[in-house]
């Protein structure tokens, strides 16, 4: 594999010209803190603004959902117009088990999403149009979004509202300014098989700003990253895909210089990209066992009870489903009632992160989610559910302070899940820390797993998000 920025990612090559490549123009944008277009003092009163505006959201009893049913025979939950998704029953098939996984609700969701961010250049910047978006479980009402962040069934109006503002700049076929273009996985935990289309547009027209958008720079987003339930998970999975190409620079000793050059394409990794490619590929055709969708009704041998207000595991898991109203004055529709996954605590997510060779590493997992489409994907070291445990969890978890350099609290997905968080971390390894690891295991660079990611469902979506937030390390 080159390991050259590609100048286009996901579309057809841009023509060579004296102009910067865009992997530079993205960095030159990372490295710009604030911006004269919009400063970021006039952004924290905007969005401040913005979540004190009348959103509402309140738990309801499934029987007060409107154009939603649990169908009679198999007791799937199910939109009436047969659109949007549907909470049916999962089944794993493992054949190293003696017999079947227990069957657990998932979310059904076969149509793919659009989540893109349309990009200019102001005084030589690229900046990124960027919206305050209400969804019913987001922590703090609001957070900042991708420009356009809308199902299938959203840009088809099949919800009978608006329109979907911003969405004429990612359907155009053949756009000439199509700097991302990618299918990605979401969670395989609570999803089956779902994937939304990445995109990052550049555009040189003029967009009027609606009063829930403004133009920043990755700069910009990269600090606002660092804050609690700001930056939501739509925006930092569409960021984890651009392509960054950090100017040449001497070695550095600090952690934050390491993170520049292992994003960086001279970055000496400990394995190559082929190793790396052959090695996941191993993992996917090894894997043994599958799935199969199964009534939400056959769950209840494997210990989940429908209520009034909830469906639950007898003995406890990690989610249960739950139904809400929801009301917001700026969304298509202005009031709506629709099933969410409640988490029953937080999720950890964490990259354990040390030098070889002179060059910072990161180590991943190969891991499947019962949901997962094409089997193991590149996950970060800890990914733990809540409540659950996993290798090095307790080792993330006690680092001192001067290995901890990234500790975020960030949100999951509003629009399918209720109030759910993450804690994100990046930690140094300690002294000692093996560098040999078990076969699921490999050390990759910054950079080996942005161009993973550039390939389309290698790279999952926790990892992806731990991606996007390394370059607010330094």
Same mark, same amino acid.
């Given at each position: 594999?080159?390991?050259?920025?590609?100048?286009?990612?996901?579309?057809?090559?841009?023509?060579?010209?004296?102009?910067?490549?865009?992997?530079?123009?993205?960095?030159?944008?990372?490295?710009?803190?604030?911006?004269?277009?919009?400063?970021?003092?006039?952004?924290?009163?905007?969005?401040?603004?913005?979540?004190?505006?009348?959103?509402?959201?309140?738990?309801?009893? *499934?029987?007060?959902?409107?154009?939603?049913?649990?169908?009679?025979?198999?007791?799937?939950?199910?939109?009436?117009?047969?659109?949007?998704?549907?909470?049916?029953?999962?089944?794993?098939?493992?054949?190293?088990?003696?017999?079947?996984?227990?069957?657990?609700?998932?979310?059904?969701?076969?149509?793919?999403?659009?989540?893109?961010?349309?990009?200019?250049?102001?005084?030589?910047?690229?900046?990124?149009?960027?919206?305050?978006?209400?969804?019913? $479980?987001?922590?703090?009402?609001?957070?900042?979004?991708?420009?356009?962040?809308?199902?299938?069934?959203?840009?088809?109006?099949?919800?009978? $509202?608006?329109?979907?503002?911003?969405?004429?700049?990612?359907?155009?076929?053949?756009?000439?300014?199509?700097?991302?273009?990618?299918?990605?996985?979401?969670?395989?935990?609570? *999803?089956?098989?779902?994937?939304?289309?990445?995109?990052?547009?550049?555009?040189?027209?003029?967009?009027?700003?609606?009063?829930?958008?403004?133009?920043?720079?990755?700069?910009?987003?990269?600090?606002?990253?660092?804050?609690?339930?700001?930056?939501?998970?739509?925006?930092?999975?569409?960021?984890?895909?651009?392509?960054?190409?950090?100017?040449?620079?001497?070695?550095?000793?600090?952690?934050?210089?390491?993170?520049?050059?292992?994003?960086?394409?001279?970055?000496?990794?400990?394995?190559?990209?082929?190793?790396?490619?052959?090695?996941?590929?191993?993992?996917?055709?090894?894997?043994?066992?599958?799935?199969?969708?199964?009534?939400?009704?056959?769950?209840?041998?494997?210990?989940?009870?429908?209520?009034?207000?909830?469906?639950?595991?007898?003995?406890?898991?990690?989610?249960?489903?739950?139904?809400?109203?929801?009301?917001?004055?700026?969304?298509?529709?202005?009031?709506?009632?629709?099933?969410?996954?409640?988490?029953?605590?937080?999720?950890?997510?964490?990259?354990?992160?040390?030098?070889?060779?002179?060059?910072?590493?990161?180590?991943?997992?190969?891991?499947?989610?019962?949901?997962?489409?094409?089997?193991?994907?590149?996950?970060?070291?800890?990914?733990?559910?809540?409540?659950?445990?996993?290798?090095?969890?307790?080792?993330?978890?006690?680092?001192?302070?001067?290995?901890?350099?990234?500790?975020?609290?960030?949100?999951?997905?509003?629009?399918?899940?209720?109030?759910?968080?993450?804690?994100?971390?990046?930690?140094?390894?300690?002294?000692?820390?093996?560098?040999?690891?078990?076969?699921?295991?490999?050390?990759?660079?910054?950079?080996?797993?942005?161009?993973?990611?550039?390939?389309?469902?290698?790279?999952?979506?926790?990892?992806?998000?731990?991606?996007?937030?390394?370059?607010?390390?330094?």
């Amino acid at each position: 594999m080159d390991h050259r920025q590609p100048a286009l990612v996901g579309a057809r090559a841009l023509p060579d010209t004296t102009q910067p490549s865009i992997g530079r123009r993205f960095m030159l944008s990372l490295q710009a803190a604030d911006s004269p277009r919009f400063p970021t003092s006039g952004f924290r009163r905007w969005f401040a603004e913005r979540r004190k505006r009348a959103f509402t959201v309140s738990r309801i009893p *499934f029987a007060e959902l409107d154009q939603w049913y649990f169908e009679a025979d198999g007791g799937n939950l199910r939109h009436r117009t047969g659109r949007f998704f549907s909470i049916e029953g999962l089944r794993l098939e493992d054949g190293d088990r003696s017999g079947p996984d227990p069957a657990r609700p998932i979310i059904v969701q076969p149509e793919i999403g659009t989540l893109g961010i349309l990009v200019k250049e102001f005084d030589g910047i690229l900046h990124c149009l960027m919206q305050a978006k209400m969804e019913p $479980g987001n922590i703090g009402s609001v957070q900042l979004s991708p420009t356009v962040q809308a199902t299938r069934s959203n840009y088809r109006r099949a919800h009978g $509202g608006s329109r979907v503002r911003y969405l004429e700049h990612f359907t155009r076929p053949g756009h000439p300014e199509v700097l991302v273009d990618l299918l990605q996985s979401e969670h395989g935990s609570y *999803f089956l098989h779902k994937r939304n289309r990445h995109m990052m547009v550049e555009t040189t027209a003029d967009v009027p700003e609606h009063e829930d958008f403004h133009w920043l720079t990755l700069g910009q987003i990269s600090r606002l990253l660092r804050q609690e339930h700001v930056v939501n998970m739509d925006a930092r999975t569409v960021l984890s895909c651009i392509p960054l190409e950090p100017a040449a620079g001497p070695d550095g000793a600090g952690f934050p210089d390491a993170v520049l050059h292992s994003l960086g394409p001279q970055a000496a990794p400990r394995h190559s990209d082929a190793e790396l490619t052959g090695w996941l590929t191993s993992a996917r055709a090894g894997a043994d066992g599958s799935v199969r969708r199964v009534p939400l009704t056959a769950t209840e041998a494997d210990g989940w009870i429908r209520g009034p207000g909830s469906i639950t595991r007898r003995g406890g898991a990690d989610f249960a489903v739950i139904a809400v109203r929801a009301e917001a004055d700026n969304r298509e529709v202005p009031s709506w009632t629709q099933p969410l996954v409640e988490l029953t605590g937080p999720a950890v997510h964490a990259f354990i992160a040390r030098r070889l060779d002179g060059m910072l590493h990161v180590l991943v997992r190969a891991s499947a989610e019962r949901g997962s489409l094409n089997g193991p994907e590149l996950a970060p070291t800890v990914q733990c559910p809540p409540g659950g445990t996993a290798r090095y969890l307790d080792q993330v978890l006690q680092a001192p302070p001067d290995r901890v350099h990234f500790d975020v609290a960030q949100s999951e997905e509003g629009g399918r899940f209720h109030l759910a968080r993450t804690r994100n971390l990046i930690v140094e390894a300690e002294d000692g820390f093996p560098v040999d690891q078990p076969e699921e295991y490999r050390w990759m660079t910054l950079d080996q797993l942005a161009r993973m990611t550039r390939l389309g469902q290698h790279v999952n979506i926790q990892a992806r998000t731990l991606l996007a937030c390394a370059p607010s390390v330094w």
